[in-house]
């Protein structure tokens, strides 16, 4: 049990352009998600933490406006990548989190976005 | 501001011996911990935890070990295989944060026939 779903696995795109990236649970209710970045051979970096229904809260240094985070149910988080530009290129990776005290996050696989 | 740190980046092992990794954070406000896997390409996978009012957890052949007044804690995997290698991520997560986690920046394990 425990598995988080992310499509698409990867995606490229033209400089400008907005995408979308998903975050499911697919076999419990996620009441938190977590966004990271990873560049390469480098550590994930958290991004924002979501809670179904609320807005998302952003780390430091991370633009609200770019990166646009929904959680519009217990099983899906979506993240928007807007007006991307080469330097957004990174591995994006969502994990979900279930009960109060979240004591484990299930990662999803991640999603290897290249901006050209 | 890294508080979570993995001072090793890579660590070739021979099979059957034994693979320890180690972690040093600088926040004495983590209250867990926890170990993740990660292939390239591929989400992290959850390995083993530790609360921080323990010492020492065990989950087959792999032992977590914490030194709260070092502030460093360490995986022993035992014995080593093949399918070991991968990047290890050392995880801290901070009283009431929601789940929060910091990453160190991870360990290439490399495990020799």
């Known amino acids: 049990g425990a598995v988080v779903s992310q499509h698409p696995s990867r995606v490229i795109c033209k400089s400008g352009t907005s995408v979308k990236i998903e975050c499911r649970s697919l076999?419990?209710?996620?009441?938190?998600m977590f966004w990271y970045r990873q560049f390469p051979k480098q550590s994930l970096m958290l991004m924002a933490t979501?809670?179904?229904?609320?807005?998302?809260?952003?780390e430091q240094g991370v633009e609200k406006d770019k990166f646009l985070i929904n959680h519009a149910s217990l099983t899906l988080s979506t993240l928007t990548v807007t007006s991307a530009h080469p330097e957004d290129s990174s591995f994006y990776i969502c994990?979900?989190?279930?009960?109060?005290?979240?004591?484990?996050?299930?990662f999803g696989p991640g999603t290897r976005l290249t901006v050209l | 501001d890294q508080q979570v740190k993995q001072n090793s980046p890579s660590l070739s092992v021979q099979e059957g011996r034994i693979s320890i990794l180690n972690c040093d954070y600088t926040n004495s406000m983590f209250d867990y911990f926890l170990w993740y896997k990660k292939y390239p390409a591929e989400g992290p996978t959850f390995l083993i935890s530790i609360s921080s009012i323990k010492d020492k957890n065990e989950d087959g052949r792999f032992t977590v070990f914490l030194n709260k007044s070092a502030k460093h804690l360490s995986l022993h995997i035992v014995p080593s295989q093949p399918g070991d290698s991968a990047v290890y991520f050392c995880?801290?997560?901070?009283?009431?944060?929601?789940?929060?986690?910091?990453f160190g920046a991870g360990t290439q394990v490399v495990v020799t026939p």
């Open positions: 994990s979900g989190g279930r009960g109060g005290a979240i004591r484990e996050q299930f």
């Open positions: 995880a801290a997560r901070l009283t009431d944060s929601w789940g929060k986690l910091q």
């Open positions: 076999d419990f209710q996620a009441t938190t």
């Open positions: 979501s809670n179904e229904g609320s807005k998302a809260t952003y």
